[in-house]
């Protein structure tokens, strides 16, 4: 069945530092994908979604692009920030009648000052 | 009001207890999803209603769960003879169309 697998957290960074959290789908065909984030104490927000391969979906500085050949959507952040600390989660879904979001384990990001 | 309302926001129970988890989604939107957060894990789909069509429950993981939605609006989730493996963060979620799910903050379930 459709998978999404993310890597292992925690992440820990300096601020100001280069982030990736790395994100693969396994699925027949071409998902729409998703990261969300989870700030402490907060519901699950949409970060940026990408619908189709190639896609580069932004938001707030974090990147991802959809790339079908590695069936991959890596997150991506040139300079990260104390306030980006919070749980990210890659998802895929397909566009019919459900829209039924499938994620990923989660990866934690803790950015020291 | 603005969001998707979740109640209660904490909820202990003893092992055998039922429960019911109350989501309350926003105006409009047809679409309400239940998803589980256990500890370690990822997002877990239980449920999903979508107008006055039969829901998809494929994701609920026992007969002791079920869960409704009364006049296309709120909607319980209802866990039967708890077990401490129900232990989790239950995520509620409405949207509209295709335009993106708006989340609520989660009812935590311990089960002792």
């Known amino acids: 069945g459709d998978s999404v697998t993310q890597m292992e957290g925690p992440v820990t960074l300096s601020e100001e530092a280069f982030l990736t959290i790395n994100c693969t789908y396994t699925a027949t065909g071409y998902p729409s994908l998703f990261w969300y984030v989870q700030y402490p104490g907060e519901g699950l927000q949409l970060l940026l979604k990408a619908t189709k391969a190639d896609d580069k979906g932004s938001n707030k500085g974090f990147e991802a692009t959809y790339r079908k050949e590695t069936t991959s959507f890596h997150l991506e952040k040139g300079s990260v920030q104390v306030s980006d600390s919070a749980v990210y989660f890659c998802a895929l879904s397909w566009m019919d009648s459900s829209y039924k979001l499938i994620f990923g384990s989660g990866t934690r990001l803790l950015v020291r000052p | 009001g603005a969001g998707v309302s979740q109640s209660p926001s904490n909820k202990v129970t003893e092992k055998g207890k039922d429960v019911e988890l109350r989501c309350d989604p926003i105006s409009g939107h047809t679409a309400l999803y239940w998803y589980r957060q256990s500890l370690g894990q990822g997002l877990e789909f239980l449920i999903y209603?979508?107008?006055?069509?039969?829901?998809?429950k494929s994701g609920l993981p026992s007969d002791r769960f079920s869960a409704e939605r009364t006049g296309g609006s709120v909607s319980t989730l209802t866990i039967q003879r708890t077990q401490q493996e129900d232990s989790a963060v239950y995520l509620c979620?409405?949207?509209?169309?295709?335009?993106?799910?708006?989340f609520g903050s989660g009812t935590r379930l311990t089960v002792v």
């Open positions: 979620a409405s949207s509209f169309l295709n335009y993106g799910y708006t």
């Open positions: 209603f979508q107008g006055n069509s039969a829901p998809d």
